[in-house]
T-cell receptor, first 114, second 114 residues
């Protein structure tokens, strides 16, 4: 089945220690998104890629970076995690040409910062 | 700018009762509308969507929603609640031919009582 995969599902890191979360997709979608979701809140868009074109949200902290080396993979880098960065991180994909805005989500990575 | 309002952050129903989750949207152009469901520690799963055509949309797990342009609403219903329906539900909007971003409501947590 075509899907969005996130690894790991749970990630524990130390305060200030860089961490990378990964996302891969078999849907061949041209748009990939990273969201941050805190408890009992809606997902908050951090940034998205349309192909290799990177689009950062205005309020996304500089501490968050992203890479998309090819169509299938996208990475979220947190350069110096703080306690406030503990959250669920969701990756999603969509097809700008065919999807009419429909986004497909991965299972998420829950990040714990000690 | 688009926005989504979900009335009721928590809804509680008895097993077998009608489920009604309310969503109102604001959009200056014809919208695409979505309902997503999120189970604990999981990603968002698409329940149903309205893009064009028939205004009554059927989704997975027995859910349906009706797009009412005059009321700017897209309420989610299910005739008979099941224990497995307990989850968080998010309504979202994007615009036809516009940004590939979704604007989410704040979510409604559904509790199903035996």
């Amino acid at each position: 089945d075509a899907m969005v995969i996130q690894n790991p599902r749970y990630q524990v890191t130390q305060f200030g220690k860089p961490v990378t979360l990964s996302c891969s997709q078999t849907l061949n979608h041209n748009v990939m998104y990273w969201y941050q979701q805190k408890s009992s809140q809606a997902p908050k868009l951090l940034f998205h890629y349309y192909d290799k074109d990177f689009n950062n949200e205005a309020d996304t902290p500089d501490n968050f970076q992203s890479r998309r080396p090819n169509t299938s993979f996208c990475f979220l880098d947190i350069r110096s995690p703080g306690l406030g960065d503990a959250a669920m991180y969701l990756c999603a994909t969509s097809s700008r040409d065919r999807g009419r805005g429909t986004q497909y989500f991965g299972p998420g990575t829950r990040l714990l910062v000690l | 700018a688009q926005s989504v309002t979900q009335l009721g952050s928590h809804v509680s129903v008895s097993e077998g009762a009608l489920v009604l989750l309310r969503c109102n949207y604001s959009s200056s152009v014809p919208p695409y509308l979505f309902w997503y469901v999120q189970y604990p520690n999981q990603g968002l799963q698409l329940l149903l969507k309205y893009t064009t055509g028939a205004t009554l949309v059927k989704g997975i797990n027995g859910f349906e929603a009706e797009f009412k342009k005059s009321e700017t609403s897209f309420h989610l219903t299910k005739p008979s609640a099941h224990m497995s329906d307990a989850a968080e539900y998010f309504c979202a909007v994007s615009t036809q031919g516009g940004s590939e971003k979704l604007v989410f409501g704040k979510g409604t947590k559904l509790t199903v009582n035996p």
